[in-house]
C-alpha cells in the first residue's frame, strides 16, 4: 500500500468515520511453562471502529484503505474511507445460513490492485445438506457489487446439517489458493481421503488443481487435498518469518489446536485428540493424545478457548508485539496473544476480556493495529493497540 494511502487508512480507523470512544483493559499475561519470560501485563487501547453488523465473520482489507466485511447471514459489506458502511454488495452467491453455516471467509487476490478480484467461501446447500464452496468476483469500481462472481470449489459429499464447515481462506502470492475445510460433524470422513470433509486443500486461484499435490495420482484419493485429520478449522495465515502454513482449529471438549501443516500430513482427528466428547466420555474412535505417523500439533489448550480468526504481527509500530501470534476466542470472549520464538509458543496472554465479545476473526491493518470482529448482532469492528500507541 502507497504511504499515503496507508496514511489515509490510519486516520479512518482512528475514528474520523465513526466515534473514537477508545477503552483501556489489563490483559494478564499467563505461562505456558515454567521459566518461558512471560511478558509483563500490558494495558491496552480499544477503539470502536464500525457497528451495526450482524455477526460478522471475516474481513479484508483494500489498497485504497476500505475494507471489506463479511456477515454470516450471507451479505458482504464495505466500510469506506468517506461514507461509512454500505449497504449489501449485490452479486454475492446464495449461502445456507443455517447453524454455523453462512457467508464465511474474505480473501483478495495477490495483485488486487489490478484484477480486483475478491474470493469468498460460504456454506452452500444442496441434497437437503450443505458443505463448503469457494468461489470469486471482480468487485466493482463503485463498490457495490461483486462481478461475473463463479464457483471454484465445491466440498463434497455435502454432508453438514448446520456444523463444521470451517473455513479459512490463505493465497499465497504464488498462484495457490489454500482453503481449510471442516469436517460437517461427521468424525471418520476426517481421515477418508476419498472425502473432501475435514482436509486442508490446496488448488490454484482459477480453481484447477496443481499437479504436485500429494494425492495426485492416488487411486481413492481426492487430488485436492494437501493435508487431513482435521475437527473444524476456524484460522489460518502463513508464518511471515518463514512462508509456511499455519491453521487453527477447534477441538471437541478441550483439545483446540493450533498446527504447522505440511503436504500429505494426518494431523489425527478423531483418532488423535486431546479432547473428549461432549458427554464428557472420551470420542469413540480415538486411541490417544498421539498417534505414530500422525502429526502433533504445535500447541494446544486442555480446556477449549473455542479458538478462531488468526493472524501474526510482523508490523514494525508495536515492536512488543513482534513476533505474535493472535487468536480470537469465541468461548473465552477474549483476543489470545501467543509469543513465538520460532515455532515454539513461549508466552500468552488475553487481552479484551472485560469487553467480553465473542472474537471472530483478527486481521493486522496495513497501519499496524489490530483489528477484530465481534461475533455478535449487532457486532463491531474494534482496533487494538496497546495503551499510549
Known sequence: MPPRAAATLSVFLSGAVLAACAWSATARAEPVSAGTGIPPAAPTQVTPVAGGLEHPWAMAFLPDGGILIT???GN??????????????????KVAAQGQGGLLDVALSPDFAKDRLVYLSYAEAGDGRASTAVGRGRLADDGARLEDFRVLFRQEPKLSEGLHFGSRLVLDGKGHLYIALGENNQRSTAQDLGKLQGKVVRIRADGSVPPDNPFVGKAGARPEIWSYGHRNPQGMALNPWSGEL??????????????????????????????????GQPIPEARGQTLPGMESPLYWWPKSPAISGMAFYDAPRFPAWRHSLFIGALAERNLIRLTLDGDKVVAQERLLGERGKRIRDVRVGPDGHVYVLTDESPGELLRIAPAGG
Open 246 to 279: 499455519w491453521e487453527s482449529e477447534h477441538g471437541p471438549r478441550g483439545g483446540d489446536e493450533v498446527n504447522l501443516i505440511k503436504p500429505g500430513l494426518n494431523y489425527g482427528w478423531p483418532l488423535a485428540t486431546y479432547g473428549i466428547d461432549y458427554s
Open 76 to 93: 458482504l459489506r464495505l466500510l469506506r474511507i468517506h461514507g461509512g458502511l454500505s449497504a449489501p454488495l449485490k452479486g454475492v452467491p
Open 71 to 73: 456477515e454470516r447471514p
